[in-house]
């Protein structure tokens, strides 16, 4: 009888302990699966760049997987006006000797007083007729620099940017501010040495830019229509036309304000 009691506790202890062991598989299991649905899903690429932009320099992170554009417009298009600089400055006329790449050249070449000013055109041989005395008058009530820009009859693009308007002198004025330029085609500009002050010279028969050793960067005649370009101190520039004497085709003066 006593046997018979011990064979059925041992029997109850092994369906106890088999029990126990097969919830606590279930569990566990159980839990793997709580666990996994708790876990954070990997974040996705959009999230990734939300990331960058609010903790890394954009700078630093190579995003031209996730930009985007405008409609109707490519990548390539996009990255070319991003790396074009600057917006070229506004004239408040069209001007017919520089072109548009010029225009954005010489600018970036301009001292920082009159950058962002609007470009206005003071004097133009199309507007205004081929005289000396007259491109003198139309300056008279201007006090800002100058950018003086020729296109001779062969062609080729010059001029000089004057720290102060053209007018009437008996010696030479200006200031270090100064330049010469040429396009040969690109753009190529001769800065003041430090030689000598000879930046601009004005009277009724001529305009001259730069000297030294009897020999001047620019020299205009009174008619706007002949011309002379020679290596001088100031600027030790190269000759600005394609010879050392050309002949004015257009010629236009344009001012800051």
Request: with cysteine; charged share 25%.
């Amino acid at each position: 009888m006593k046997a018979t009691r011990y064979t059925l506790l041992t029997k109850k202890l092994r369906t106890s302990t088999f029990v126990l062991k097969t919830l606590s598989s279930l569990h566990g299991q159980t839990d793997g699966k709580s666990d996994r649905k708790s876990r954070k899903p990997p974040v996705n690429h959009l999230e990734e760049d939300s990331y960058f932009e609010e903790t890394e320099d954009p700078s630093q992170h190579d995003n031209s997987e996730e930009e985007s554009f405008p409609q109707g417009s490519s990548k390539k298009t996009q990255s070319k006006k991003l790396d074009d600089g600057p917006l070229p400055p506004k004239l408040k006329e069209e001007s017919t000797v520089l072109k548009e790449t010029e225009i954005q050249q010489i600018a970036e070449q301009l001292p920082p007083r009159v950058t962002g000013y609007m470009w206005n055109l003071a004097y133009s041989t199309t507007k205004h007729g081929m005289s000396l005395k007259t491109m003198y008058r139309t300056m008279a009530p201007l006090s800002a620099p100058v950018l003086l820009v020729i296109k001779d009859t062969d062609g080729q693009t010059f001029g000089s940017f004057s720290s102060s308007p053209f007018k009437v002198s008996e010696s030479f004025y200006g200031t270090g501010e100064t330049f010469l330029f040429t396009f040969q085609p690109k753009l190529k500009v001769f800065k003041w040495t430090g030689e000598n002050y000879y930046f601009v010279k004005a009277n009724a028969d001529s305009l001259i830019i730069g000297g030294g050793r009897g020999h001047f960067g620019l020299w205009l005649d009174s008619d706007l229509y002949h011309g002379q370009s020679y290596n001088c101190e100031t600027f030790n520039n190269d000759i600005l036309s394609k010879r050392e004497d050309f002949f004015i085709k257009d010629l236009e003066v344009w001012t800051f304000k």
